[in-house]
């Protein structure tokens, strides 16, 4: 099932919907805020998730299950002796969403990538909430004359050390560079208020934020022919396109999550583009995803044959991991949308 005409969907919705047993309303008694939870029912009620839902509900992606919960095992044993509590959830979550994307038939290599996205999707949690600590990793990470006190900071030397075998310097040095950006990033939207009065481009935030560039790039593992040293052209004239669609989907998708958590839905940058502009947060949604399938467009018209089978696998596992998994609690709303992470 493709996901290319979706965006041209409207009511009534489209086969594969009823069997879902789409309420519309499922799950908007866990929105804390009644403003917020206007704002969802608005967003749902416009029809614009349909066809993601429905395209959700029927693709079947390769995923080894076995191989992937072996792997978060060793996962969980190695941040224990790090000193270092990661959810047993957020593991098992991203160990999934790395296999559905970037799936490498390399038993090293699996693991090294696990350890790098896992980590990173722990680290973007942990500073979002503790933003003095997205202060000490980068002064421990990028100051040499400072050795690595912080668990966090020794973890990231041993997360890059085990991916070093698998890449050119070149690239792992681009690689740490987008993770430290994301870690600016989150410093920046610490100064964002939830009336929106700070003045903080929250678009320029959004885009800056490395994690996009770093969850990007690493389809580059997946085949010689998106290794970035040598095809270098493609990644730089993509990458752009590439946090679009990352960014734009996933501010979209991650609505209901934000909104039963409320903190996260005042700072999201929907939340703040509709209180700034005005303007309806289910409009914002649809000119947000339709911007990010845009950028996923222009992703495919960049690349080679080749290289379109890998990305278009990429594009759509990301939506069926946002829409499939347990972290973003779509489940709750379309209650036929089973977990994957289980």
Same mark, same amino acid.
């Given at each position: 099932?493709?996901?290319?005409?979706?965006?041209?969907?409207?009511?009534? !919705?489209?086969?594969?919907?009823?069997?879902?047993?789409?309420?519309? @309303?499922?799950?908007?008694?866990?929105?804390?805020?009644?403003?917020?939870?206007?704002?969802?029912?608005?967003?749902?009620?416009?029809?614009?998730?349909?066809?993601?839902?429905?395209?959700?509900?029927?693709?079947?992606?390769?995923?080894? %299950?076995?191989?992937?919960? $072996?792997?978060?095992?060793?996962?969980?044993?190695?941040?224990?002796?790090?000193?270092?509590?990661?959810?047993?959830?957020?593991?098992?979550?991203?160990? $999934?969403?790395?296999?559905?994307?970037?799936?490498?038939?390399?038993?090293?290599?699996?693991?090294?990538?696990? %350890?790098?996205?896992?980590?990173? $999707?722990?680290?973007?949690?942990?500073?979002?909430?503790?933003?003095?600590?997205?202060?000490?990793?980068?002064?421990?990470?990028?100051?040499?004359?400072?050795?690595?006190?912080?668990? $966090?900071? %020794?973890?990231?030397?041993?997360?890059?050390?085990?991916?070093?075998?698998? &890449?050119?310097?070149?690239?792992?040095?681009?690689?740490?560079?987008?993770?430290?950006?994301?870690?600016?990033?989150?410093?920046?939207?610490?100064?964002?208020?939830?009336?929106?009065?700070?003045?903080?481009?929250?678009?320029?935030?959004?885009?800056?934020?490395?994690?996009?560039?770093?969850?990007?790039?690493?389809?580059?593992?997946?085949?010689?022919?998106?290794?970035?040293?040598?095809?270098?052209?493609?990644?730089?004239?993509?990458? &752009?396109?590439?946090?679009?669609?990352?960014?734009?989907?996933?501010?979209?998708?991650?609505?209901?999550?934000?909104?039963?958590?409320?903190?996260?839905?005042?700072?999201?940058?929907?939340? @703040?583009?509709?209180?700034?502009?005005?303007?309806?947060?289910?409009?914002?949604?649809?000119?947000?995803?339709?911007?990010?399938?845009?950028?996923?467009?222009?992703?495919?018209?960049?690349?080679?044959?080749?290289?379109?089978?890998?990305?278009? !696998?990429?594009?759509?596992?990301?939506?069926?991991?946002?829409?499939? &998994?347990? !972290?973003? %609690?779509?489940?709750?709303?379309?209650?036929?949308?089973?977990?994957?992470?289980?």
């Amino acid at each position: 099932m493709s996901l290319d005409r979706h965006r041209e969907i409207r009511h009534p !919705r489209p086969p594969g919907i009823d069997t879902l047993r789409c309420t519309a @309303r499922s799950g908007l008694e866990a929105i804390p805020d009644p403003r917020h939870r206007a704002m969802v029912a608005g967003l749902l009620d416009s029809g614009l998730l349909d066809g993601l839902v429905a395209f959700a509900g029927a693709y079947e992606p390769p995923l080894d %299950r076995a191989a992937a919960r $072996t792997r978060a095992g060793l996962l969980a044993a190695e941040f224990e002796a790090f000193g270092i509590a990661v959810p047993a959830a957020t593991i098992r979550t991203i160990t $999934t969403m790395r296999g559905l994307m970037v799936p490498v038939a390399e038993a090293g290599l699996a693991l090294a990538l696990d %350890r790098v996205w896992v980590f990173g $999707t722990y680290l973007d949690d942990l500073c979002s909430r503790e933003p003095a600590e997205a202060e000490a990793v980068l002064r421990e990470a990028l100051l040499p004359e400072r050795a690595p006190a912080r668990p $966090t900071t %020794r973890y990231l030397r041993h997360l890059f050390a085990g991916i070093a075998p698998f &890449c050119d310097p070149t690239f792992l040095a681009v690689y740490r560079a987008f993770l430290h950006n994301a870690l600016v990033g989150v410093l920046m939207e610490a100064e964002f208020t939830p009336d929106v009065s700070d003045g903080v481009d929250s678009d320029f935030v959004r885009a800056y934020n490395g994690f996009s560039q770093f969850w990007f790039v690493s389809l580059q593992f997946t085949d010689p022919c998106l290794e970035a040293r040598t095809n270098r052209a493609f990644w730089s004239a993509s990458l &752009c396109s590439g946090v679009t669609f990352l960014n734009d989907v996933n501010d979209v998708l991650s609505s209901y999550k934000e909104a039963v958590d409320g903190a996260d839905f005042v700072r999201s940058r929907l939340h @703040r583009d509709s209180v700034r502009e005005g303007a309806p947060y289910r409009a914002v949604a649809r000119r947000t995803l339709d911007g990010g399938l845009t950028a996923r467009d222009r992703i495919l018209a960049l690349a080679t044959d080749d290289q379109r089978p890998h990305l278009e !696998r990429y594009t759509a596992g990301y939506v069926y991991f946002h829409l499939r &998994c347990r !972290r973003y %609690r779509w489940n709750d709303v379309y209650p036929a949308l089973t977990p994957i992470d289980t």
